[in-house]
T-cell receptor, first 112, second 117 residues
Framework: GNSVTQMEGPVTLSEEAFLTINCTYT??????LFWYVQYPGEGLQLLLK?????DKGSNKGFEATYRKETTSFHLEKGSVQVSDSAVYFC???????????FGKGTRLHILP | SAVISQKPSRDICQRGTSLTIQCQVD?????MFWYRQQPGQSLTLIAT?????????ESGFVIDKFPISRPNLTFSTLTVSNMSPEDSSIYLC??????????????FGPGTRLTVL
């Protein structure tokens, strides 16, 4: 079945550092891929998405590229801020299926 | 997008009691979902609730423990029955919207933080 694997946290970085959170997936078809973010005490918000191979999703300085050949969707940001501290979830959904499958989440701490 | 509210935002309950969580959406949606997020864990789908039909439960979840109502296109409830400390979690509802006909985007409520003593 479909699954999502993302790097375990917590990840602790200093402000302005470069961020990568790895995510790989297993899917039988051509899924849509997502990154969701959960700030402390809040619900999940969609951060970015990509619906086909080589698409690049971007938002708030974060980017992720849909790599079909490596079945990956790594999240990157060039210069993180303290306000980026949150839990980040990689997720996928198959076309025609309303369910979303989430990875386990990666907690990110940014130190000032 | 969709704006989703949940009630209560948090509760502390005694073992053996039940709690009903409400989810309200600001627009009509066909599908609503209920998730559980245990401490430090990812989201696990409990069930999918379509208006006018029985909810569809995922493996490991049963209607007797988590009865769901979906009386109209903007509202749903999830009841956590006969609670035990293992039910302590954040419960989230979400709705799906098709975007551009190519993918479904899910919008999440703020969650209900449940602690069972």
């Amino acid at each position: 079945g479909n699954s999502v694997t993302q790097m375990e946290g917590p990840v602790t970085l200093s402000e302005e550092a470069f961020l990568t959170i790895n995510c790989t997936y297993t899917a039988t078809g051509y899924p849509s891929l997502f990154w969701y973010v959960q700030y402390p005490g809040e619900g999940l918000q969609l951060l970015l998405k990509a619906t086909k191979a080589d698409d690049k999703g971007s938002n708030k300085g974060f980017e992720a590229t849909y790599r079909k050949e490596t079945t990956s969707f790594h999240l990157e940001k060039g210069s993180v801020q303290v306000s980026d501290s949150a839990v980040y979830f990689c997720a996928l959904s198959d076309p025609g299926d309303d369910k979303i499958i989430f990875g386990k989440g990666t907690r990110l701490h940014i130190l000032p | 997008s969709a704006v989703i509210s949940q009630k209560p935002s948090r509760d502390i309950c005694q073992r053996g009691t039940s709690l009903t969580i409400q989810c309200q959406v600001d627009s009509q949606v066909t599908m609503m979902f209920w998730y559980r997020q245990q401490p430090g864990q990812s989201l696990t789908l409990i069930a999918t609730a379509n208006q006018g039909s029985e909810a569809t439960y995922e493996s490991g979840f049963v209607i007797d423990k988590f009865p769901i109502s979906r009386p109209n296109l903007t509202f749903s409830t999830l009841t956590v029955s006969n609670m035990s400390p293992e039910d302590s979690s954040i419960y989230l509802c979400s709705v799906a919207r098709t975007s551009g006909g190519t993918y479904n985007e899910q919008f999440f409520g703020p969650g209900t933080r449940l602690t069972v003593l």
